[in-house]
């Protein structure tokens, strides 16, 4: 089955469409739980509903910071994942162009993969465009109750997708395939509107840092032209780099 991603949301320019979201595993907690844990950071987006064993957390802007302290998807992840002690997901999509996946376990941090570390840097940044964290594959399909997906997770980790025919989206269908994950989540760029194949509005919870209803809108609005002006750190700071690091003998 296809999921589509629609054209509405965060645009993140003529490449694609920038969107993220947190997804919980909630087999010892309920949604209410994880609720007042990002209402305790004043997170801002959508709280969808239980589906199969997960709890998804859209965020308001895919690449911004969306909850105190600077923190942006993966700061929200990691967030959760140490008060909940639970199997948490971090996804993040760059204008279809970088795929961020980050994963945690009984409050330990598995591993993060990035497919395209160099993405959105300057010309004289020497980072290497090679995907980060493949050799993560097994650890996030175990995490995920998914061991027998970790040779496919891994290969598709890993293969290098062709700018001009394929999305990261697409790679993300196959992810959320793969880790057993709501497979939804490529058309979380619907919201606030009904998700194709997903949640409707009226089944998910929206939220301005921290504040629901008409209030919280209003209050998201507000906190966001702070945030706006102080985004979250980078997802991946080692990197490997290219040929300013080595020795001259061998350039």
Known sequence: MTY?????????GPSGYTYA???????????DDVLAALREIRFSGWLGQPDDGWLAAVVASGNGTVAAGRRGVAGVGEWLADRLGATVVALRVVRDRQLLVVVWADGEEVGRYLSDPSYGLGPGDDTLPDAYGVEHAGAFAAACEQPDNAEDLEELLGEELDPD???????????????G??????????LPHDVPTGPRRSEVTRLGAGVPGPLGWLTGRAVNVVRKRRPPPP??????????????WLM
């Open 165 to 179: 025919s394929v999305f990261e989206s697409e790679r993300l269908a196959g992810v959320l395939r793969l880790m």
């Open 4 to 12: 589509p991603v629609v054209p509405v949301g965060e645009v993140g």
């Open 21 to 31: 979201a947190v997804v919980v595993r909630v087999e010892k907690h309920t949604r």
């Open 235 to 248: 997802a991946v700071t080692d990197a490997p780099r290219g040929s300013s690091g080595m020795d001259p």
């Open 181 to 190: 994950m709501p497979r939804w989540l490529v058309a979380a760029p619907s």
